[in-house]
């Protein structure tokens, strides 16, 4: 499966499903026009960060970006190993596998991911129009995790809960790479971190 056509296409679709313009999507996103242009045109691969912003102001969460069309006429209930998409953040190089039936419409999206040593990768959206709840269970290694101006350390069977905030910063401290696995349950309305 090729990962970056089906970004490609879905962060389209979507733009074109919300009658949104590359400007409009742009300012609700705060990812420039011609990064989703590039994007769209498939000229470019976006990094999670951007990819996260994108799927923020369309409405989604980032799995859901991932896992395409919900819409089959005859879902199929089971997402074999071989067909998971898996992508690579160009930015991290952290490896993202896509666990949950594409074609099944389900609130609860499950994705592994391996971080590699040394990496950080932060999620920053000031304003969220999607409500999140995550857990991460750490599966290998270890993962420093900083959500709402506070630090914890996760070890090899440690697993947080938190509602996605503005910012969160996922970094791997050890010299080797560290997997873990996401639970994400998606929410409706726009959360504003108060001041």
């Given at each position: 499966?090729?990962?970056?056509?089906?970004?490609?296409?879905?962060?389209?679709?979507?733009?074109?499903?919300?009658?949104?313009?590359?400007?409009?999507?742009?300012?609700?996103?705060g990812v420039s026009r011609s990064?989703?242009?590039?994007?769209?045109?498939?000229?470019?691969?976006?990094?999670?960060?951007?990819?996260?912003?994108?799927?923020?102001?369309?409405?989604?969460?980032?799995?859901?970006?991932?896992?395409?069309d919900a819409r089959a006429a005859?879902?199929?209930?089971?997402?074999?190993?071989?067909?998971?998409?898996?992508?690579?953040?160009?930015?991290?190089?952290?490896?993202?596998?896509?666990?949950?039936?594409?074609?099944?419409?389900?609130?609860?999206?499950?994705?592994?991911?391996?971080?590699?040593?040394?990496?950080?990768?932060?999620?920053?959206?000031?304003?969220?129009?999607?409500?999140?709840?995550?857990?991460?269970?750490?599966?290998?290694?270890?993962?420093?995790?900083?959500?709402?101006?506070?630090?914890?350390?996760?070890?090899?069977?440690?697993?947080?809960?938190?509602?996605?905030?503005?910012?969160?910063?996922?970094?791997?401290?050890?010299?080797?790479?560290?997997?873990?696995?996401?639970?994400?349950?998606?929410?409706?309305?726009?959360?504003?971190?108060?001041?």
């Open positions: 499966m090729d990962v970056d056509a089906l970004l490609a296409a879905r962060v389209r679709d979507l733009r074109r499903d919300r009658d949104l313009t590359l400007e409009q999507l742009a300012a609700l996103s990064m989703i242009s590039l994007i769209e045109r498939q000229e470019t691969s976006a990094t999670a960060a951007v990819l996260n912003k994108l799927a923020d102001a369309l409405g989604i969460s980032l799995p859901a970006l991932f896992a395409g005859d879902p199929d209930p089971v997402a074999r190993r071989a067909d998971q998409p898996v992508w690579t953040d160009p930015a991290s190089g952290y490896v993202r596998r896509q666990l949950s039936p594409a074609s099944v419409d389900s609130p609860v999206d499950l994705v592994e991911v391996t971080f590699p040593a040394g990496e950080t990768v932060v999620f920053d959206n000031p304003v969220r129009r999607v409500g999140v709840q995550q857990q991460v269970w750490v599966i290998k290694g270890a993962m420093d995790i900083t959500h709402e101006g506070r630090s914890w350390t996760l070890h090899v069977g440690d697993c947080m809960a938190m509602t996605l905030g503005d910012r969160i910063t996922f970094h791997n401290p050890g010299s080797r790479p560290a997997r873990y696995m996401l639970a994400l349950v998606r929410g409706t309305g726009t959360t504003r971190r108060s001041t």
